[in-house]
């Protein structure tokens, strides 16, 4: 899967960025969110050296280089038509290399912040990336992840509706994970969730006008009420590494 994933996001690349900057639609505002979202935690807690594993062109870097001026920053992707947009667009002279997430080219605890945004969903063994994560973390660290939601009402509608039409999706498409496997993997590598909130709200397929209104409504209305988890799209999720 990771030829058909790399050659993905290498015909996205050129467009990639205005997902994030001028996003159109429920998927876009999602994009959007997990990057407002991951800002304001990394600036609450200054660290001293980020991970971004799978940075895409480098939008979410660029950011952090803003707002975190002190900090090493590092991107890592499997896409090299993603890193040269990232290079080009990066203000600092951050190192981009060319990656998997399940095997990361870094010494052992050489980071104290490492975030996945939109990557859990596309790798083929979630347990290696988590464990390769858990490596390069130091003690005290935080891992911050999404995932798309595999308790989704909609979601599980979606798939009935593609098995009963005898339809599958595209085979790169984002890999649903139940909230019960995300916290085995966090879990299985010494990590504690700190906080996860459901970020998005719609069907993920099609997007109306008033998607992206109702969706912030959503998510303000339900988040830390249980139905946040049959209803979402998606998760934002802050793990721990602990200190031992």
């Known amino acids: 899967m990771i030829d058909t994933v ?5 015909e996205l690349a050129p467009r990639y960025s205005a997902k994030y900057e001028k996003p159109r639609d429920i998927l876009g505002f999602e994009k959007k969110r997990r990057m407002d979202l991951l800002l304001e935690f990394a600036v609450s807690i200054e660290p001293a050296a980020v991970l971004d594993a799978g940075c895409g ?7 952090l280089c803003e707002s975190l001026p002190d900090t090493a920053l590092c991107g890592v992707d499997l896409s090299l038509m993603m890193l040269r947009e990232a290079k080009a667009s990066n ?6 290399i060319q990656s998997v997430v399940e095997k990361l080219p870094f010494a052992d605890n ?11 969903d596309y790798v083929d063994e979630p347990a290696h990336f988590f464990a390769d994560v858990q490596r390069i973390l ?36 984002a890999e649903p994970i139940r909230t019960t496997e995300i916290d085995e993997l966090v ?11 459901f970020i998005t709200y719609g069907n993920g397929l099609i997007s109306f006008p008033w998607s992206v209104a109702l969706s912030r409504t959503m998510e303000n209305y ?16 802050v793990a721990r590494k602990t200190e031992s």
């Open 57 to 63: 062109s480098g939008v979410v870097l660029s950011q």
């Open 138 to 173: 130091r003690p005290g660290g935080y891992f911050v992840f999404t995932y798309p939601n595999g308790d989704s009402v909609v979601r599980r509608v979606r798939r009935y509706l593609q098995t009963r039409l005898s339809r599958t999706g595209s085979s790169v498409a």
């Open 110 to 120: 050489s980071f104290d912040f490492v975030y996945a945004l939109g990557v859990v």
């Open 6 to 10: 790399q050659q993905k996001f290498d």
């Open 187 to 197: 879990n299985s590598i010494s990590c504690e969730v700190l906080r996860r909130r």
């Open 91 to 96: 203000g600092r002279d951050t190192p981009f």
């Open 222 to 237: 339900a988040n830390g009420k249980k139905m946040s988890r049959y209803l979402a799209w998606s998760c934002f999720c």
